[in-house]
C-alpha cells in the first residue's frame, strides 16, 4: 500500500528504505561525512518505531516536560532541541516533521524509514539477507544501492552499497537536478481544448476564447508624466542619461580614497581635510591618498576619492579627518549609473504607469510618455424593472447598481466610459443604442438578460449588427456571459445578477481591458491563504467565494468566507477583499485547508 505523500520544503527530500538489517544506519553514518564533505548541507529525518526518548531523567528539560510542557526547547550557544509530545495513531506525518525543519539552512532531507510513501526513494538491498526487493512494487525508487548479486532492471539506476562515493555522487545529482514542483493555480494558464459535446466552458477555456478575439490598440499618445497615472506605455523608454548622472555620495560624511592604511587590517591613520563639498557642486581638485573632503549627501564624489565614512563614525579637529573604525573600499558611494544607466532599457513598452514609474521616468528627465491611446468602454443596463438611480423606485422594480459597479472597474483599469444609460428592452432601441456606442468604444458592456429565459433581444440585435456566442461557464457566479462583436467593437453580456457582474468582469472583463490597452504579460495574482472557514463548491465548478483576509498571528494570510453569497447580495462584495477561488478539482474545503485567493483592492 502506498500513501499519497507532497513535499511542503522548497528543497529535495530522499528517502533510504530497506528491510532492516541491510545496513541504513551504517551507510548513513558514512554517506553524510561524504557528503558534509563535499559542501552539501544535510538534514536527516529518522521514523523510530519504538517509544524512543532523547532526553534523561533528572535533566532539567526531562523534568520540565515530563511536568507537563507539551513542547520542551532546549538551546545552548552550539545547539538547540525541541521535543513535542504528539501522540499520533499510526505513524507520524512526514510533511509535518519537514515543516520542523529550517530548510534555508541545508540543501536536501535525507529520511529514513517511511517507507510506505510515495516519496523518491533509494532502495537499499543486499541478497544475501534474501529479503524480497521492493523497487518492484514501489514506483518511488529512484535507484538502488545493492551488491554484485542483486538482479536489477536495465531502467533503475544501479549503485555499489559498498561504495559511498558512488552513492554521494548521486545524492548531489539527485539535488542538483531536483526542481519544485509547478504550483498548481485554481485556474490553469491553458485551458484543455473545448469539444464538441461540451455545454459549458470551464473558466480558463472561456478566458481563452475571448482573448483570442482582443488586438492590443495600436494608436499612442504624448502625455505629460502627471496624466500618464494608469496608462500603459506604448514604446520602450530608452534612458538619455545616467541615473545618477554622477557618482556621489549616499551619506553626509567624508569623502577619501581608500587604502590599506585606513583599512582593518591597519591602524587608522588621520586624514587632512581639504575643504567641503555640497550636493549641486563640486570640489574643484583631485584629492590625494591621505587627504579627505567634507561632503554631502548627493554631492559628487571628488575626482580621486572612492569611499565615503558617515559623519557620526568621523572625528574632526584641527583639519584632522580621524576615522573610527573600520571601512569598506567603495562604501557610501553611488556610482554613476547604477539605477539606470544612459542609452539602457528604462522601462518597457506594456508596462502600466504608476506612481515609482512615473518618478522612474521623471527621473530620466523626460516630460512627457509615449502611451497606448486609452480604451474607450461604453456601458448600458437593461431590463424592464431596473430604475436610474435617484427617481423614485416603481413598483416591482429595483434600481440599477451595475453601471456602477462596471463604469468604477473600467475607470480604474484606466478607461474612458461612455455612459449609455438604461435601455428599454425592444430591437429598435438596441440596435440603436448598439451601432451608436461601437462608434465610439473599443468595447460595449451590458448587464442582463443574458441567461437562458430572456436573451432574445440582444441575441436577434447582435446576429444582425456583429456576432456573439452565449457562453455558460463552469462557474458560480457567472455562469451565463455573452461575448462577441458589435461592428468593430468587442461585446461584453454580463449576467445581471450584481455579484456576477462584478465576478465576471473581474475575470473576463478585465484581462480583455488589458491586453486591449497593450499590457503586456498581465496574470492574475493568487496568494495562498488558510481558510478558516468550511467553504462549499462542487467539483467540475470553479467557484469565487466573497472573502475576507488578513495577516493571522502565525505569519499567514487567513481569510474567511463573508458569509450569505446570493449572487444579488452586494453586500457580500462590500464585506470583502478577496475572492477565494476553489478549483474545478476541489469539492468541499475544510478549515485549515490552504485556498488560493485573488485580493481585489486594486480595482473595487
Ligand atoms: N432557468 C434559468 N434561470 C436562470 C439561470 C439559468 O441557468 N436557468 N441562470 C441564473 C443565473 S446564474 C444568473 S447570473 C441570472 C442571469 O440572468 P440574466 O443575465 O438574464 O439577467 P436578468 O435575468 O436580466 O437579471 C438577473 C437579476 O439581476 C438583476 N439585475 C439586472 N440588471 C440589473 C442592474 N442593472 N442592476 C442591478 N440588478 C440588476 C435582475 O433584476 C435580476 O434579479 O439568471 C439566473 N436565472
Ligand atoms: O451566475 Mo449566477 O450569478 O450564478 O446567479
Known amino acids: 500500500m502506498s500513501i499519497p505523500f507532497s513535499n511542503p520544503l522548497n528543497i529535495p527530500v530522499l528517502g533510504f528504505c530497506a528491510y532492516s538489517g541491510t545496513g541504513k544506519t551504517t551507510l548513513l553514518k558514512q554517506l553524510i561525512p561524504e557528503l558534509n564533505r563535499r559542501g552539501v548541507r544535510l538534514a536527516v529525518i529518522k521514523h523510530a518505531h519504538h517509544n524512543f526518548d532523547v532526553d534523561i531523567p533528572g535533566k532539567d528539560s526531562y523534568e520540565m516536560r ?21 501522540a499520533v495513531e499510526g505513524d507520524p506525518k512526514l510533511p509535518h516533521l519537514l515543516a520542523q525543519i529550517e530548510a534555508d539552512k541545508v540543501d536536501i532531507v535525507l529520511v529514513e524509514g517511511f517507507k510506505k510513501l510515495e516519496l523518491p526513494k533509494i532502495e537499499l538491498h543486499r541478497a544475501a539477507h534474501g529479503k524480497p526487493l ?10 538502488i544501492a545493492c551488491c554484485d548479486e542483486t538482479e536489477t532492471p536495465a531502467e533503475l539506476t544501479r549503485l555499489d552499497l559498498n561504495n559511498v562515493g558512488q552513492i554521494a555522487d548521486f545524492v548531489i545529482e539527485y539535488q542538483t537536478n531536483w526542481q519544485a514542483p509547478d504550483i498548481e493555480l485554481p485556474i490553469p494558464a491553458e485551458a484543455t481544448p473545448v469539444s464538441d459535446e461540451q455545454k459549458f466552458l470551464s473558466v ?24 500618464a497615472a494608469n496608462r500603459v506605455l506604448a514604446s520602450d523608454a530608452i534612458s538619455p542619461v545616467n541615473v545618477p ?13 581608500y587604502s590599506q592604511d585606513n583599512s582593518p587590517e591597519h591602524p587608522v591613520a588621520p586624514l587632512t581635510l581639504m575643504g567641503e563639498v555640497l550636493a549641486g557642486h563640486e570640489y574643484p581638485g583631485t584629492l590625494a591618498a591621505g587627504e579627505a573632503v567634507r561632503i554631502m549627501t548627493g554631492a559628487t564624489v571628488p575626482q580621486g576619492a572612492d569611499t565615503v565614512e558617515a559623519r557620526e563614525l568621523v572625528v574632526e579637529q584641527d583639519g584632522q579627518v580621524q576615522l573610527q573604525g573600520p571601512v569598506i573600499a567603495g562604501q557610501h558611494v553611488r556610482l554613476a549609473g547604477e539605477d539606470i544607466a544612459k542609452d539602457a532599457l528604462a522601462l518597457a513598452k506594456g508596462h502600466r504607469i504608476h506612481a515609482a514609474e512615473q518618478g522612474l521616468l521623471a527621473s530620466l528627465g523626460l516630460a512627457t510618455a509615449d502611451v497606448v491611446k486609452q480604451p474607450t468602454i461604453a456601458v448600458f443596463s437593461t431590463g424592464d424593472e431596473v430604475s436610474q438611480p435617484g427617481e423614485p423606485l416603481k413598483a ?30 425592444s430591437e429598435e432601441a438596441l440596435t440603436t443604442a448598439l451601432s451608436k456606442a461601437s462608434v465610439d468604444a473599443d468595447i460595449v458592456i451590458s448587464s442582463g438578460g443574458v441567461s437562458v429565459g430572456n436573451a432574445d433581444y440582444i441575441k436577434t ?80 465548478r470553479t467557484e469565487f467565494v466573497r472573502g ?9 494570510l487567513h481569510v474567511a468566507s463573508t458569509g450569505a453569497q446570493g449572487s444579488g447580495m452586494l453586500n457580500s462584495m462590500v464585506k470583502a477583499n478577496c475572492l477565494i477561488v476553489i478549483g474545478e478539482a476541489e469539492d468541499s474545503v475544510v478549515p485549515g485547508q490552504q485556498v488560493y485567493i485573488q485580493p481585489f483592492a486594486e480595482l473595487l
Open 66 to 86: 515530563k511536568a507537563g510542557a507539551k513542547q520542551m526547547l532546549v538551546a545552548s550557544h552550539v545547539r538547540w532541541a525541541l521535543m513535542t509530545e504528539d
Open 134 to 143: 521492493i523497487h518492484t512494487h514501489d514506483d518511488n525508487i529512484v535507484a
Open 204 to 227: 480558463a477555456q472561456g478566458l481563452e476564447q475571448l482573448m483570442a478575439m482582443v488586438k492590443p490598440l495600436t494608436d499612442s499618445e504624448q502625455v505629460a508624466i502627471d496624466d
Open 245 to 257: 548622472q554622477q557618482t556621489n555620495s549616499a551619506m553626509d560624511g567624508y569623502a577619501f580614497a
Open 396 to 425: 416591482n422594480c429595483i434600481y440599477d447598481s451595475n453601471r456602477y459597479t462596471i463604469k468604477s472597474m473600467a475607470q480604474k483599469l484606466g478607461c474612458h466610459v461612455i455612459d449609455l444609460g438604461i435601455i428599454e428592452d
Open 461 to 540: 440585435v447582435l446576429a444582425k449588427i456583429g456576432e456573439i456566442n452565449f457562453w455558460r461557464i463552469n462557474m458560480r457566479p457567472g455562469r451565463p456571459l455573452a461575448f462577441g462583436k458589435v461592428n468593430e467593437s468587442l461585446f461584453f453580456g454580463l449576467p445581471g445578477n450584481p455579484v456576477a457582474v462584478m465576478v465576471s468582469f473581474l475575470q473576463f472583463v478585465q484581462p480583455a481591458i488589458r491586453k486591449l490597452a497593450g499590457e503586456i504579460n498581465y496574470t492574475p495574482q493568487y496568494l495562498p491563504a488558510i481558510t478558516d472557514t468550511m467553504l462549499r463548491s462542487r467539483t467540475g
Open 548 to 556: 475576507q483576509y488578513h495577516l493571522s498571528n502565525d505569519g499567514r
